[in-house]
């Protein structure tokens, strides 16, 4: 099973917010200032992202993995994959061990990677406006940042769901919701059909990779 073998609407939606979570506008980095954190995390992502499709957005054709991989490397500190990943899983998670609950997120990591990195490379611009936050957020661990985002197909709102660990104080990327919907349901879904259809975990993650 493909991780974007859903309607190719959703697959078309599932492209386009990687693409514009490396566009984000950015904004004055500030680390000290609890407010500003998850606008400064997107900052620098946009900044180091957009550094490796410009010097090695042409190894996508001779050379795919080392492209991915430079991706990956900004993409992996600031996503939380395993988070993620288990959401995905759902109910099913207590009945994986440890071992195919880590190689399942490698899999979903890998396979998010793999998608953001060959669209990005064709990306065109797009108008896009962060929409300011409503009060001071500084004292919250869990912010959604809202985006509108202008296409020749109209305007479509995204929300990111960002979290801050509570030991470090870092901001790490846990959900997204696209024109209403919720990819992380999304993919939860997707993984509670296939339980259904295969009723194994281990044949479900075998067959769960893009590139399988």
């Keep these: 099973m493909k991780l974007l073998g859903m309607d190719k609407y959703l697959s078309r939606r599932v492209v386009g917010l990687l693409l514009v979570w490396s566009m984000l506008a950015p ?17 620098d992502v946009t900044e180091r992202v957009l550094r490796v499709v410009r010097e090695k957005g042409t190894l996508l054709e001779v050379d795919p993995d080392t492209y991915y991989s430079a991706v990956g490397e900004v ?27 880590k190689r399942f997120s490698d899999i979903f990591q ?23 936050p409503d009060g001071d957020i500084s004292a919250l661990s869990m912010v959604s940042v809202k985006q509108v985002v202008t296409t020749e197909e109209g305007q479509h709102l995204l929300v990111y769901k960002m979290g801050k660990k509570k030991a470090t104080g870092e901001w790490k990327l846990l959900n997204v919701t696209l024109d209403g919907i ?9 993984f509670a059909q296939a339980m259904k259809k295969a009723g194994d975990v281990e044949m479900v993650i075998a067959s769960w990779s893009s590139r399988s």
């Design 182 to 190: 919720n990819l992380g349901s999304t993919f939860r879904s997707q």
């Design 27 to 43: 904004v004055s980095l500030h680390a000290e200032d609890d407010a500003e954190g998850p606008h400064a995390l997107v900052a």
């Design 110 to 132: 890998g396979d998010l990677i793999s998608t953001y990195a060959k669209g990005l490379a064709a990306y065109a611009d797009q108008d896009i406006r962060v929409v300011e």
């Design 75 to 101: 993409l992996g500190p600031i996503v939380a994959f395993d988070y993620i990943a288990k959401g995905v899983m759902g109910r099913f998670a207590k009945q994986a061990t440890a071992e195919q609950r």
